[in-house]
């Protein structure tokens, strides 16, 4: 399989890097820290394609253990069906999350697409309907990293955005959309911005106070969005590149303009937070150790925006090596917990109004250790 392989070689190049722990940097900002405590908003803890670091990803199982474990809002991906239902995927693309692979019936279906410019080769939801997709089973995405979860292979569908909002509403939390590709989707016919505005409509949930945020990669579906709905957005930023409808339209700005001060008043515009990759706050030098952090939680601030930075994972494999910890000479040493509660504590530190994490329940047991006994919640913001 070549995903294995592949998580195989990054994983014998990660270890080959792996040094000693050190402490990390980063300054703070009590200021922040005591604002937060004292508005009753802490930090939104946020189940990044629900408890992901447990259960295989986008499945109502995960949603379900992060919401036990404490999660203020779950996060499910969303692309299209062939007859235009959403559904909760990390991509179109399914074969590293599902078993299409043994559905001997489904074979034929096997596509190679241009996917945001990239070629990519399996089974794409937009070629199933809801019904045909129903009948696959979720399988782990990184078995390597995390051998436990592939207890659960086999046991659950992929849920469409209705009943992952039931589970919200059931739960009493909110929920975190992106839209994935939503340009490629408009290419072929499956708009993603009307079914998502229409479903969250008809659940009660386009208003501002909504327990909801909308995000996107690209900007122009944002901007649409502004438009057709009251609920909150948000622009994701990476840590390079640019969005794919600039590539498209040849704006020559990059992620890197966007996460500017100016950058982030021009998203004030149309937004109401950013979802940036960590890395943008805290950055890694060529040795995955972390560097000073930059001003980019005050800048965002101060164009008032929120700031809900991702992905917060317990493995040692993602870990700068501030917060690795273990002995890396050990076999397990990459899928074992390092010390992510550093982590948390430092970008809790930082003022961040949210974070996205498989590991739901060691954020929440960190903002209790850095803010006290409060509790999140989504009807706070
Ligand atoms: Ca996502
Ligand atoms: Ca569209």
């Not at 009590?30 to 004292?38: Q, T």
């Not at 969303?78 to 043994?102: F, Q, W, Y």
């Not at 340009?183 to 072929?188: E, L, V």
């Not at 700031?307 to 690795?324: A, G, I, K, S, Y």
Request: aromatic share 8%; glycine share 8%.
């Amino acid at each position: 399989m070549r995903t294995t392989q592949k998580l195989c070689a990054v994983l014998a190049l990660v270890a080959v890097m792996v040094a000693a722990a050190g402490v990390a940097r980063g300054g703070s900002n009590d200021d922040d820290k005591g604002e937060k405590a004292a508005k009753g908003k802490l930090p939104l803890v946020i189940g990044h394609r629900g408890a992901s670091g447990y259960r295989p990803e986008h499945t109502l199982a995960a949603y379900k253990l992060a919401i036990g474990m404490g999660a203020d809002y779950v996060e499910p991906d969303l692309v299209s069906t062939k007859d235009g239902v959403l559904v909760a995927r990390h991509e179109n693309e399914i074969s590293a999350t599902t078993d299409v692979e043994n559905h001997p019936e489904f074979a034929s279906r096997f596509r190679t697409k241009s996917i945001d410019g990239a070629p990519v080769s399996g089974w794409f939801t937009e070629d199933f309907a809801l019904a045909e997709l129903k009948a696959l089973r979720a399988t782990e995405r990184i078995p390597e990293l995390r051998l436990d979860n592939a207890a659960f292979d086999g046991l659950y569908q992929i849920p469409t955005l209705q009943e992952v909002i039931d589970l919200a509403k059931s739960a009493g939390v909110g929920i975190y959309p992106e839209t994935k590709h939503p340009t490629y989707f408009d290419s072929i016919g499956l708009s993603l911005e009307e079914p998502l505005v229409a479903t969250l409509r008809a659940n009660g949930w386009s208003r501002k106070k909504a327990p909801v945020f909308i995000q996107s990669f690209e900007v122009s579906n944002l901007k649409e969005l502004n438009r057709m709905t009251d609920a909150p957005l948000v622009q994701l930023l990476n840590a390079s590149g640019k969005p794919y409808d600039f590539v498209l339209n040849g704006d020559p700005r990059t992620y890197a303009d966007l996460a500017t001060a100016a950058g982030l008043r021009e998203i004030a515009r149309y937004a109401d937070g950013v979802g940036p990759n960590k890395n943008l706050i805290v950055p890694r030098d060529g040795s995955n150790h972390l560097l000073t952090p930059t001003t980019l939680v005050r800048d965002a601030h101060r164009a008032d925006l929120v700031v809900h930075p991702w992905t917060f994972r317990n493995e040692n494999f993602f870990l700068p090596e501030d917060f690795r910890h273990g002995n890396s000479a050990h076999p397990s040493y990459l899928r074992a917990t390092g010390d992510s509660p550093g982590e948390y504590a430092l970008f809790y530190r930082l003022g961040i109004d949210g974070l996205f994490t498989d590991n739901p329940d060691t954020a929440v047991a960190t903002r209790v250790e850095s803010f006290g006994d409060k509790g999140g919640g989504a009807d706070d913001k």
